[in-house]
């Protein structure tokens, strides 16, 4: 079952994924013949056969109507390079994360059933100096907060559990925070995509308003209006899968944050049974001592005559 759903949240976000560039392949072919301007009607001289024929060869003719075979890249730059240029540059790093993140966030990065395993006998056999050796070989959250702790009690022989208890509690939220950093980029990504192309609408506008002034119709402007918002709907474009994919990933992190935090409390308390079972032989040894010592000084104790 578990299996099943490591592979269920890849699959979802490939399929939205899929769906959004789907999308906005769509619109880009729809939104290619609408740009092709009606040609005028040829003037009504000679037969009708001649005007039918006149119509073909003024659209073949007219510059205009050639145009409309523009190219999705085409229509994108309509938005102006100011703008279109760092959503390109948004949308390639926003790829690059999520690809990222599917082959880094899992939960062999984390916690391991090979390292627990490790840990665990290493710990019952109280061969700590091997389990730094082993912690210095994974690459795992859960061995840098037990090479933390067992760096922090070998170092300070006198310090007690509760000084290694409050080691590890502070390496495992350092760990935990950089989890949630390492996604956060994607948050950011999604919400600046959308103001940057808000802002390539808005000098669109003042553009397309300042013609009013030079002698431009309104009619005129709609053309203008139509590609400054072509950066709005490719920052959302952007923006809108980014945020689906950093609730996804963050779904997985604090999946793999609670994994991390049961992995170390039990590596803890397999410590604190330690320390019980350690502290307890030293006290039984000075038991022992102490009571030998008392049978030797009465032993040698001289009499009285």
Known sequence: MYRLRSYLHPLIASGLLLFFCSAAFILAQTATPAAAPVPAAPPATGTATSTMSAVP?????????????????DILMK???????????????????????????????VVSDKFMNAADALI????????????????????????????????????????????????????A?????RIIYLA???????????????????KAFNNIGVGVQQMELAPGV?????????GLVIGIPSMIFYSI?????????????????????????QYKRANYRASARRSERDAEQGDFGASHE???L
Request: hydrophobic share 50%.
């Open 302 to 304: 001289p009499r009285s």
């Open 79 to 109: 938005g102006g390079a100011l703008v279109m240029i760092p959503l390109a540059i948004l949308s390639f790093v926003a790829m690059l994360l999520i690809i990222f993140y599917f082959f880094t966030i899992r939960q062999g990065s």
């Open 124 to 175: 019952r056999k109280q061969d700590y100096l091997g389990l730094i050796a082993v912690c210095n070989r994974e690459n795992e959250c859960i061995a840098r907060i037990v090479h933390k702790a067992l760096d922090f009690a070998t170092k300070n022989p006198t310090a007690s559990f509760d000084e290694v208890r409050e080691v590890t509690e502070a390496e495992g939220s350092r760990q």
């Open 188 to 206: 950011d990504i999604g919400r600046i995509a959308p103001m940057v192309g808000l802002l390539g609408t808005v000098i669109g506008m003042i």
């Open 226 to 234: 139509a590609q400054a918002l072509i950066t709005t709907a490719t």
């Open 249 to 273: 990933f963050r779904g997985k992190v604090q999946k793999l944050i609670a994994e991390m935090e049961a992995a170390a409390t039990h590596i803890m308390a397999l410590l604190a049974a």
């Open 57 to 73: 060869a003024a659209v073949a003719s007219d510059p205009a109507a050639v145009a409309a075979t523009e190219t999705f890249l």
């Open 177 to 181: 925070s950089i989890l949630n950093q």
